[in-house]
């Protein structure tokens, strides 16, 4: 079946520690995003990659980085930087057939801080 | 700046139809779209309108009038496992084609029997 595998669902952070989220389809889309939400919220984007070996930031990217070797994986790195980085991040792909602008999600990785 | 207007919490019963309002205002527009998600899960597209008028898929049916910048999004017949926040979002790019979506804080919607 095709989709977005996201994992770990559920990671844990320590003080000063980087972490990263994986992220991989096999929709065959070039579009690949991740966002941020927090409870009670829309939808927050962080990175987007339009097509491998190019990103751009998004609207919430300081102390995140990616990276985009494969059109099939995007990964997101949370770094010591980012001083509050609870939330549920979610990772999403672009369909554009039949003209419509659709992403599709990932389940999600639910990060906390120990 | 940019913002997409929803009501925060609507509640209805099952069988009932309710509607979802959003307006916005952003840089560009290109076509709002409505995702629905469970809490905790990943979020579902629902429907697309890049033009004005009603688009019906099945139960759901969304609205577009850009003169107004507003959209709604129609539930019917609502069922419990309808119960869920709704979200709805605007792509704002139109040449750059980077397809980056602008959602709304969203509509939790809560179904009683």
């Known amino acids: 079946d095709g989709g977005i595998t996201q994992s770990p669902k559920y990671l844990f952070r320590k003080e000063g520690q980087n972490v990263t989220l994986s992220c991989e389809q096999n929709?065959?889309?070039?579009?690949m995003y991740w966002y941020r939400q927090d409870p009670g919220q829309g939808l927050r984007l962080i990175y987007y990659?339009?097509?491998?070996?190019?990103?751009q930031k998004g609207d919430i990217a300081e102390g995140y980085s990616v990276s985009r070797e494969k059109k099939e994986s995007f990964p997101l790195t949370v770094t010591s930087a980012q001083k509050n980085p609870t939330a549920f991040y979610l990772c999403?792909?672009?369909?554009?057939?039949?003209?419509?602008?659709?992403?599709?999600f990932g389940a999600g990785t639910r990060l906390s801080v120990l | 700046g940019q913002s997409l207007e929803q009501p925060s919490e609507v509640t209805a019963v099952e069988g009932a139809i309710v509607q979802i309002n959003c307006t916005y205002q952003t840089s560009g527009f290109y076509g709002l779209s409505w995702y629905q998600q469970h809490d905790g899960g990943a979020p579902t597209f629902l429907s697309y309108n890049a033009l004005d008028g009603l688009e019906e898929t099945g139960r759901f049916s969304s609205f577009l009038s850009r003169s107004d910048s507003y959209g709604y999004l129609l539930l019917q017949e609502l069922q419990m496992k309808d119960s869920a926040s709704y979200f709805c979002?605007?792509?704002?790019?139109?040449?750059?084609?980077?397809?980056?979506?602008?959602f709304g804080q969203g509509t939790t919607l809560q179904v009683k029997p």
């Open positions: 979002a605007v792509r704002e790019d139109g040449s750059g084609n980077t397809g980056k979506l602008i």
């Open positions: 999403a792909s672009r369909s554009i057939a039949g003209g419509k602008n659709i992403q599709y």
């Open positions: 990659s339009q097509i491998v070996n190019d990103f």
């Open positions: 929709l065959n889309h070039d579009a």
